[in-house]
């Protein structure tokens, strides 16, 4: 095939060889941001830092967290054209600051397909990111359209724009995280054997929880959910230090005489990355999820969650807006968490995505904004992304390949690290030369199939 005929396998070709692009009409290299929270991985053994090292030619700092990879358009994080190419003696070639993608896309909102303007405007309604986590991130929930919009007109230095946030994480490693609430069942055992909770809540509130039962009704049962995590939240610092400090020396001295349980595990664990922080022990109220590679795990609005510690690709609504309540020194709002959340009950819903061919899974979370399709094309393997009437971004992350459509034949090489944007109604074919995976984050094609 010719397709094939451009890598070979047994000699040793330069990177700039292998790079070597005809131009993909109207399809858009981009070049990409990287946040550096605290809760990332360090250096190299940070996924996020590999990627964006090889995406924008930047060096790596073994000492630095790498945290989040963004691909999109929003402000705090935007994507820009273009792309850094390695010349001929090995050195890498910086472009000169290019057009955003958000104004590109601006400039140019057909590329996003009528549907989606319509329904969106000229802005892209997904943002697509990579997580490299290493310690847990804040006990937080998204707001609703509704409270976004009011937070972001009364504190747009905290909430920076308007917009909702739903969103999905897809495991890379195994992946874990705090999500929603428990059961009624496992809530009045925590009240039974988690004396501490007791202790800042008030035997008042405890009783209820204990007395409670489903044939009460759901609004019953949340109500007090509600009264019991709101008093829980809003204890005294000096409280939580004394609390804390004690749930930690009863734990220890359990686990001399029995095995503790996975959740009390994990809250001393918490214990040790946020001493003293109210968000240890309110992670009994929640569930705790772990994902395996390949799985994903999806988040509406007003939802308490947590992520603690894995890799993931993250897609979402256009949104960084963020109500934190916990396990972390960033601005606290306690008291619009505990107004806005749903306080709905049990363990959420796993992916495990639906084959859309030998090679490719697709992600359909119930959102409008976003679907993910992940991709592992196995050595000379070959598969196609139809085209479709809305935007996609495409994220090599391991390998090379071949991508090409019918205004170039020939194709262009992709490698790792790469990322690109597609237009609407653009068909992409994708070659292996080396085991290929890559992830499309895409409006859900329900969207399309709806309207």
């Known amino acids: 095939m010719e397709v094939l005929m451009e890598f070979d396998t047994t000699t040793s070709t330069t990177t700039m060889e292998k790079r070597h692009r005809h131009h993909l009409e109207r399809v858009q290299w981009l070049r990409c941001s990287v946040q550096n929270y605290d809760w990332g991985q360090k250096g190299r053994d940070s996924r996020v830092a590999k990627l964006f090292a090889l995406n924008s030619g930047s060096q790596i700092d073994p000492e630095r967290p790498f945290a989040e990879f963004w691909m ?11 792309r850094n190419e390695e010349t001929t003696n090995g050195h890498l070639s910086f472009e000169p600051e290019s057009e955003s993608l958000k104004s590109w896309i601006s400039n140019n909102p057909n590329v996003l397909g009528e549907e989606v303007v319509q329904k ?21 929930a998204h707001p609703d359209k509704e409270l976004a919009k009011a937070l972001h007109k009364l504190l747009p230095s905290i909430y920076k724009d ?26 009045k055992s925590v009240v039974l054997n988690v004396p501490e909770i007791v202790e800042l809540v008030g035997s008042s509130e405890a009783n209820q929880v204990l007395e409670i039962s489903d044939q009460d009704g759901e609004e019953k049962v949340k109500s007090v959910l509600r009264s019991t995590f709101t008093k829980l939240m809003s204890a005294s610092q000096e409280m939580i230090v004394e609390v804390t400090s004690k749930m930690k020396n009863r734990l220890h001295l359990e686990s001399q005489v029995r095995q503790l349980t996975e959740k009390e595990r994990l809250v001393l664990e918490l214990e040790k990355q946020y001493p003293a922080d109210i968000g240890v022990i309110s992670a009994f109220f929640f569930n705790y999820v772990k994902l395996n590679p390949g799985e994903a795990l999806y988040l509406g609005a007003n939802e308490p969650h947590a992520y603690l510690f894995g890799e993931c690709i993250e897609c979402m609504a256009t949104s960084d807006n963020v109500v934190r309540a916990g396990l972390t020194p960033k601005n606290r709002d306690v008291n619009t968490l505990c107004s806005m959340l749903t306080y709905k009950q049990g363990f959420p819903e796993i992916l495990q995505g639906v084959p859309i061919n030998p090679f490719v899974r697709r992600y359909l979370p119930p959102f409008d904004e976003f679907e993910v399709d992940s991709c592992n094309l196995p050595q000379r ?6 085209a479709i009437p809305g935007p996609s971004i495409l994220l090599v992350t391991l390998g090379e390949g071949i991508m090409h459509n019918t205004s170039c034949p020939r194709g262009d090489v992709i490698i790792e690290g790469d990322v690109l944007f597609v237009p609407a109604n653009t068909e992409i074919s994708i070659t292996s030369a080396s085991g290929l995976q890559l992830y499309r984050a895409g409006v859900n094609s329900r969207f399309f199939q709806a309207s």
């Open 72 to 82: 999109g358009t929003h402000e705090s994080g935007p994507s820009f054209l273009g």
């Open 381 to 386: 393997e070959s598969t196609v992304f139809p």
């Open 162 to 187: 308007d917009n909702h946030k739903p969103e999905m994480a897809l495991a890379i490693t195994q992946f874990e995280a705090l999500c929603g609430f428990i059961s009624l069942q496992e809530l």
């Open 120 to 140: 969106w405007g000229a802005d892209l309604p997904f943002l697509f990111k990579v997580l490299s986590v290493a310690k847990a991130l804040s006990i937080q």
